[in-house]
């Protein structure tokens, strides 16, 4: 089924009433003395631990608890790391691409609520002069630590796989105007998707990699001859795997079948029931296997908030029990999902193991980021990111360095 259509949710009802910004306003939550939350499985890269204990002190994860330590006990919660979404258009009813920094602020703290600690911000197509302001405004709260960088999505992307992206302002991967991202990112660019079959398209791939920007092969109509080309080239992405992309035929195999055999390459899935058949995910994670998967949200706006009317770039979005589409021509336009859902469902109904979810909501993202020196386990000398969900995983609390974004509800 369709992504939660309730996801009017108690959390961000409190957001909007307060319209309290999380990142530096969020509650001190472990005082000055060590926690030590305990009693947990707690979900390590080497297995499950069950009864295990995770120490607190400050914003990072310990070794060894003191004396003085404040304890939680979790007993029959599961301890996961903080989820790590690349590719995430906003929430709580704000975009990243056209919102103010309040709105932007906004749609983090939205994902927050939802276990994201680590969010990569994406926008979607718009002409040359907007995304080049747009990531100046972004960059600043990369600087600030708000986002893990900026994803541009588009424009150099295929007309004839633009899902929800304006036609009109579509335009071939010339390298010169992909530098003028980079340099307006501001050393922030973290990711660009790219139709790497067009015109200028390789060597675009060449530049990102040159500059270590993520080249994400996406929203394209290349062959498998071509992937295979991009790929040597130096894309390391496939932008969400079998979404804007031609299906797997068995003549004509595709970008999907290159993307999924190539081990320099992580997928993207969209795992929230609407974007993908459960089927289709098994696949992936046959082929690929479980380090080579990211479950993003590309949400949209409306996740965490609800049905009703959105602009998504200059383009007006339905929302109809969770799904997104596009009101002129239907298609899908991103989702509402948050990754505690798309964590459910991955050990729920795709009945993936736990520790192969974690993979994929958090180290794989991280390591991908490189990031992993910092977040994406719960390890000591990282960052004290990190969620608690319980037997049903269902999300029951969330810390991101150190600090309870969602106390812990026990009861
Ligand atoms: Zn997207």
Same mark, same amino acid.
């Given at each position: 089924?369709?992504?939660?259509?309730?996801?009017?949710?108690?959390?961000?009802?409190?957001?909007?009433?307060?319209?309290?910004?999380?990142?530096?306003?969020?509650?001190?939550?472990?005082?000055?003395v060590p926690l030590v939350l305990s009693g947990?499985?707690?979900?390590?890269?080497?297995?499950?631990?069950?009864?295990?204990?995770?120490?607190?002190?400050? $914003?990072?994860?310990?070794?060894?608890?003191?004396?003085?330590?404040?304890?939680? !006990?979790?007993?029959?919660?599961?301890?996961?790391?903080?989820?790590?979404?690349?590719?995430?258009?906003?929430?709580?009813?704000?975009?990243?691409?056209?919102?103010?920094?309040?709105?932007?602020?906004?749609? =983090?703290?939205?994902? #927050? &609520?939802?276990?994201?600690?680590?969010?990569?911000?994406?926008?979607?197509?718009?002409?040359?002069?907007?995304?080049?302001?747009?990531?100046?405004?972004?960059?600043? &709260?990369?600087?600030?630590?708000?986002?893990?960088? =900026?994803?541009?999505?588009?424009?150099?992307?295929?007309?004839?796989?633009?899902?929800?992206?304006?036609?009109?302002?579509?335009?071939?991967?010339?390298?010169?105007?992909?530098?003028?991202?980079?340099?307006?990112?501001?050393?922030?660019?973290?990711?660009?998707?790219?139709?790497?079959?067009?015109?200028?398209?390789?060597?675009?791939?060449?530049?990102?990699?040159?500059?270590?920007?993520?080249?994400?092969?996406?929203?394209?109509?290349?062959?498998? !001859?071509?992937?295979?080309?991009?790929?040597?080239?130096?894309?390391?992405?496939?932008?969400?795997?079998?979404?804007?992309?031609?299906?797997?035929?068995?003549?004509?195999?595709?970008?999907?079948?290159?993307?999924? !055999?190539?081990?320099?390459?992580?997928?993207?899935?969209?795992?929230?029931?609407?974007? +993908?058949?459960?089927?289709?995910?098994?696949?992936?994670?046959?082929?690929?296997?479980?380090?080579?998967?990211?479950?993003?949200?590309?949400?949209?706006?409306?996740?965490?908030?609800?049905?009703? #009317?959105?602009?998504?770039?200059? &383009?007006?979005?339905?929302?109809?029990?969770?799904?997104?589409?596009?009101?002129?021509?239907?298609?899908?336009?991103?989702?509402?999902?948050? &990754?505690?859902?798309?964590?459910?469902?991955?050990? $729920?109904i795709d009945r993936l193991p736990v520790e192969?979810?974690?993979?994929?909501?958090?180290?794989?993202?991280?390591? +991908?980021?490189?990031?992993?020196? #910092? =977040?994406?386990?719960?390890?000591?000398?990282?960052?004290?990111?990190?969620?608690?969900?319980?037997a049903d995983f269902d999300l029951k609390g969330?810390?991101?360095?150190?600090?309870?974004?969602?106390?812990?509800?026990?009861?």
């Amino acid at each position: 089924m369709a992504a939660d259509p309730g996801a009017r949710d108690s959390a961000n009802m409190r957001l909007r009433r307060g319209a309290r910004p999380a990142t530096t306003h969020s509650q001190p939550a472990t005082s000055q003395v060590p926690l030590v939350l305990s009693g947990a499985n707690v979900v390590m890269p080497t297995g499950t631990l069950k009864d295990g204990e995770v120490v607190i002190d400050g $914003t990072q994860i310990t070794g060894t608890a003191p004396e003085n330590a404040h304890r939680i !006990e979790l007993t029959g919660h599961y301890l996961v790391p903080g989820f790590v979404d690349i590719h995430n258009h906003g929430g709580g009813g704000a975009s990243f691409t056209s919102g103010t920094p309040n709105d932007v602020v906004t749609g =983090i703290h939205t994902h #927050r &609520l939802h276990g994201t600690t680590t969010l990569v911000a994406s926008t979607v197509t718009g002409d040359m002069d907007f995304l080049t302001q747009r990531a100046g405004l972004l960059s600043e &709260l990369a600087e600030q630590g708000d986002i893990a960088g =900026i994803h541009f999505e588009g424009p150099f992307i295929s007309p004839c796989r633009k899902g929800a992206h304006s036609e009109e302002l579509l335009r071939d991967p010339d390298p010169a105007e992909v530098r003028k991202l980079i340099d307006a990112a501001r050393g922030h660019a973290t990711m660009v998707t790219l139709a790497t079959e067009l015109p200028g398209g390789i060597d675009s791939v060449r530049l990102l990699a040159d500059h270590g920007v993520i080249a994400a092969i996406g929203h394209t109509d290349a062959t498998y !001859e071509e992937t295979v080309e991009a790929i040597e080239a130096g894309a390391t992405v496939a932008t969400h795997l079998f979404n804007a992309m031609p299906p797997l035929g068995h003549r004509q195999p595709g970008p999907i079948a290159a993307l999924l !055999e190539d081990e320099r390459i992580t997928v993207e899935l969209i795992n929230d029931g609407t974007h +993908l058949h459960p089927a289709s995910l098994q696949l992936a994670f046959h082929h690929a296997g479980a380090d080579r998967v990211a479950f993003i949200t590309d949400a949209m706006d409306a996740a965490g908030f609800g049905d009703g #009317r959105y602009m998504l770039g200059p &383009l007006e979005v339905e929302v109809a029990d969770g799904v997104a589409r596009l009101v002129e021509g239907g298609s899908i336009a991103g989702s509402t999902l948050t &990754l505690d859902r798309a964590f459910k469902r991955a050990v $729920t109904i795709d009945r993936l193991p736990v520790e192969d979810a974690v993979a994929a909501l958090s180290a794989n993202p991280a390591k +991908l980021l490189g990031r992993y020196d #910092r =977040i994406g386990s719960l390890e000591p000398g990282k960052d004290a990111d990190l969620v608690i969900l319980d037997a049903d995983f269902d999300l029951k609390g969330v810390m991101r360095r150190g600090e309870w974004v969602v106390e812990p509800q026990l009861g």
